[in-house]
């Protein structure tokens, strides 16, 4: 855990958070700052900087990041309609929380491209 992290806090309980789905390595939650009908973040429980830094200490658990992912948009119910997984690496790409974690946009018809 990071002391000054927004996430970590999140997955100590020291912030509330809306979870939509919980692992033994993955906490799934609903975004404050939706950009969708249904955005949900997904994040590892451990830290890591943005997802090449999870990739390169542990490839296995961005699996386990994709499956929760997954999970909650079944658990949402935009699995069948369609919804968009989106990792936000680096301050160029528009990440804001220095803590890896997969967007679940879904509730609506997607444009492309996206930004």
């Known amino acids: 855990m990071t002391a000054d992290c927004l996430f ?3 997955v100590a309980g020291e912030l509330p958070a809306r979870v939509v789905h ?3 390595s993955v906490l799934t939650f609903h975004d404050i700052d939706p950009k969708a009908p249904t955005h949900l973040l997904a994040i ?3 830290h890591y900087r943005d997802v090449g830094a999870m ?3 542990d ?4 699996g ?3 499956a929760a992912a997954h999970t909650a ?3 949402a119910g935009i699995h069948t309609s369609g919804y968009r997984l989106v ?3 680096g301050a160029d790409a528009s990440q804001t929380v220095f803590h890896v974690h997969c967007h679940v946009l879904g509730g609506r018809r997607m444009t492309w491209p996206p930004g």
């Open 59 to 62: 490839p296995g658990l961005a």
């Open 44 to 46: 590892p429980k451990r």
């Open 22 to 24: 919980e692992t033994d």
């Open 64 to 66: 386990e990041v994709l």
């Open 87 to 89: 990792f936000n690496t």
């Open 73 to 75: 948009a079944t658990l």
């Open 55 to 57: 990739v390169e200490a």
């Open 8 to 10: 970590c806090r999140l």
